[in-house]
């Protein structure tokens, strides 16, 4: 690969992994929950209290340090890069965001936040160094085993959600509509950023 479409493809990385970031904030304190991994990231936030932007980085880099002993494959560079730029970003935007005392328009802020979030994954996605570390993982495990890639997730999803409200993550609203509605919108996001893009 030239030497100028390493540099395309790590800035669409940053691009997206900021898009992202921020989206998923936006969602994650509108007060309807958090996204499935979200909850997750809560709960440790919450029990060994540190940012959420520090527990994003954590479960991350069990789940790259995971998937790279069970099946390297599903780790480039972008994996690295994404987190990095993700997790900082996190915390950056924690408390940049304005809401509403009325709650549907929280619940607007949420969605938009929740697309935003798909988008800035999709983007993310295009430049196609290496799966994100949740993918990563669902990937490993079901192409190593024979499975089934949505069943995987699903279950993943599950166990995500479940320890983090053990931990004291808050499923709700946000939780669901991430579910349903961010796999299309990354699907068209990366499509699009490859067309525009030329990757």
């Not at 998923?24 to 932007?53: E, N, P, R």
């Not at 994954?121 to 993982?137: C, H, K, N, Q």
């Not at 669901?176 to 699907?187: H, L, Y």
Request: glycine share 10%; net charge positive.
């Amino acid at each position: 690969m030239r030497k100028q479409e390493w540099i395309k493809k790590i800035m669409i990385i940053v691009l997206g992994s900021i898009i992202a970031a921020y989206g998923i904030t936006l969602a994650l304190y509108a007060g309807f929950g958090g996204a499935t991994l979200a909850v997750l990231w809560q709960g440790i936030a919450k029990t060994f209290d540190i940012s959420i932007g520090m527990a994003s980085m954590i479960l991350a880099v069990i789940m790259i340090v995971f998937a790279f002993f069970y099946d390297r494959s599903q780790i480039h560079i972008g994996t690295i890069l994404y987190q990095i730029v993700y997790s900082f970003c996190i915390d950056l935007f924690a408390d940049a965001h304005v809401y509403s005392a009325h709650l549907w328009v929280n619940l607007f802020i949420m969605l938009f936040g929740i697309i935003l979030f798909a988008i800035g994954t999709g983007i993310y996605a295009a430049a196609s160094l290496g799966r994100g570390s949740y993918e990563a993982v669902t990937f490993s495990l079901a192409e190593k085993n024979g499975w089934q890639i949505k069943i995987v997730r699903m279950i993943l999803d599950i166990v995500m959600v479940v320890v983090g409200v053990l931990l004291g993550g808050k499923f709700g609203i946000c939780t669901i509509a991430t579910i349903i509605v961010s796999g299309p919108i990354i699907e068209v996001a990366a499509f699009k950023t490859k067309r525009i893009f030329k990757i």
